[in-house]
């Protein structure tokens, strides 16, 4: 069957929400697994100018023409570094009701120290409706 692409793409990120792999596919989690623990820059594109300064193939060039581009040593470690979180800093942002300061977090999320409420006596089952199952049934 076929189903529509899902890509979604904001502020230079791109993300492919059509993989998916089957619970017995172990070839198709490896692939997954190597490409998300790749590492951010590719080698293979990485080279030494004449001049000893390096060298960064780009996949595509540029509209002026330009396919590489060239730093020191230290231009381009500060440049990788720049990538590199802060310490202790959480790399899990939330937006919308789960952000921080949302008005409407505190009704959504349970409080510290607040003491559960207790369980309420269930509802009688509308005539006509099916009983619950649950998936050992």
Same mark, same amino acid.
């Given at each position: 069957m076929w189903a529509p #692409? &899902? $890509? =979604?793409?904001? /502020?230079?990120?791109?993300?492919? #929400?059509?993989?998916h792999l089957? !619970?017995?596919? &172990?070839?198709?989690? /490896?692939?997954?697994?190597?490409y998300g623990a790749r590492g951010a820059l590719a080698l293979e594109r990485l080279s030494r100018a004449e001049d000893g300064r390096i060298a960064w193939r780009m996949k595509r060039p540029l509209p002026d023409g330009t396919?590489?581009?060239?730093?020191?040593?230290? /231009? @381009?470690?500060? &440049?990788? !570094?720049?990538?590199?979180p802060p310490p202790r800093s959480n790399l899990t942002r939330f937006h919308g009701v789960f952000a921080p300061g949302a008005k409407l977090r505190p009704?959504? @999320? $349970?409080? !510290?120290? =607040? /003491?559960p409420k207790p369980e309420e006596? $269930? =509802? #009688? $089952?509308?005539r006509g409706a099916r009983p619950e199952r649950t998936c050992a049934q």
């Open positions: #692409a &899902r $890509p =979604a793409f904001l /502020e230079g990120f791109s993300l492919h #929400a059509n993989t089957h !619970a017995n596919d &172990r070839q198709g989690l /490896e692939r997954l697994c190597r396919t590489h581009l060239f730093f020191t040593g230290l /231009e @381009l470690l500060r &440049r990788v !570094a720049s990538l590199i009704f959504l @999320l $349970p409080q !510290a120290g =607040a /003491e006596a $269930p =509802a #009688a $089952p509308l």
